[in-house]
């Protein structure tokens, strides 16, 4: 049904919040009966392992910078097998691949960045905080962690909107990131330093205003960047929440099929994980395969990656027949 488009916005919409609603309360009540019964957290001993082995790592303000470093490395490293491997079963974008040089240009001021980023606040700026003793209940944390991805999702989508409807913001700050209109990985972290602290914010808005369980933020932080670059990654990989979440293809679900319409039709597809908010506010773009690529962008990327439409169709076919 997502994918034949039979359902209308609002319906879509609704199916959307009934299910969150659903999941919420169901979460509250499993948590509730838990709370109940004698015994400690499933989690107790995991938590209570890594807290007493590693307390000056983990006992800094700044460690969900480290993990977000931590999964932007692993994450990018993924992407760029499939890219190096020229995987068009996956690529959305098939007649474009980033070079080896884009991807170190791209990618190595960042990796700098982060690096250095991280080094200086623990060599000179800890600040310690005081980790709770217990671990969160499973319940309580995926409740923190879905409350986390709708809150932060739905800022995101409006910080990323309104970058858009600004003039000045479009053209001085936002543009760092759209330099692509093909974005690959390591692209996916390019923005203004000035965008990237306001991200920064609406992400944690709501675990720290919360005051969610650590561990739940550090999960929330490591699940948020992986997303982050898989939405940015020019593949549309099994794994993707367009891919998997109910109704699949449909506005739940986000990624790099959806959001790679956004880089060369920049008024559709803001969103980030879950695309309800393009089709609540009629900003969203249905995906089509092959996708629908302005004539410039396509002659600029097939003249790039020095391969003919019928050169490309040939490797698919050849790649896919191989799988069969």
Request: with cysteine.
């Amino acid at each position: 049904m997502g994918r034949g488009g039979e359902w209308s916005p609002r319906t879509y919409c609704a199916s959307f919040f009934a299910t969150l609603a659903a999941a919420l309360l169901g979460l509250r009540a499993v948590g509730s009966v838990a709370g109940r019964l004698e015994g400690q957290p499933l989690l107790q001993p995991l938590w209570a392992t890594v807290t007493s082995r590693y307390p000056w790592l983990l006992g800094h303000a700044g460690f969900a910078a480290v993990v977000a470093f931590v999964a932007y490395l692993a994450s990018c490293a993924y992407f760029t097998s499939l890219d190096l491997r020229r995987s068009l079963e996956t690529k959305v974008q098939k007649q474009y691949f980033p070079t080896v040089r884009e991807m170190v240009v791209a990618g190595l001021p960042q990796v700098v960045i982060y690096y250095a980023a991280n080094h200086v606040w623990y060599a000179y700026g800890y600040q310690p905080i005081e980790l709770p003793s217990l671990a969160p209940t499973v319940p309580a944390l995926a409740e923190q962690l879905l409350v986390a991805f709708v809150v932060g999702d739905f800022l995101i989508y409006w910080e990323h909107r309104l970058m858009h409807h600004f003039r000045f913001t479009r053209l001085h700050i936002h543009s760092w990131h759209h330099a692509y209109t093909a974005p690959f990985s390591w692209a996916g972290g390019v923005v203004h330093p000035l965008e990237d602290l306001v991200v920064v914010a609406c992400q944690v808005a709501a675990p720290l205003a919360l005051a969610h369980h650590p561990l739940a933020f550090w999960l929330f932080v490591a699940l948020w960047t992986v997303l982050l670059i898989e939405e940015h990654s020019g593949h549309d990989v099994p794994w993707a929440p367009y891919n998997w979440m109910p109704y699949t293809r449909s506005p739940m679900g986000g990624g790099a099929a959806p959001h790679d319409i956004h880089h060369y039709k920049v008024t559709k597809n803001f969103a980030f994980v879950f695309c309800v908010w393009d089709h609540l506010f009629d900003t969203f773009e249905p995906v089509v395969v092959p996708p629908n690529l302005p004539g410039r962008i396509r002659s600029e990327a097939q003249k790039r990656c020095k391969l003919s439409t019928d050169h490309v169709s040939a490797l698919a076919g050849d790649r896919l027949g191989k799988r069969a």
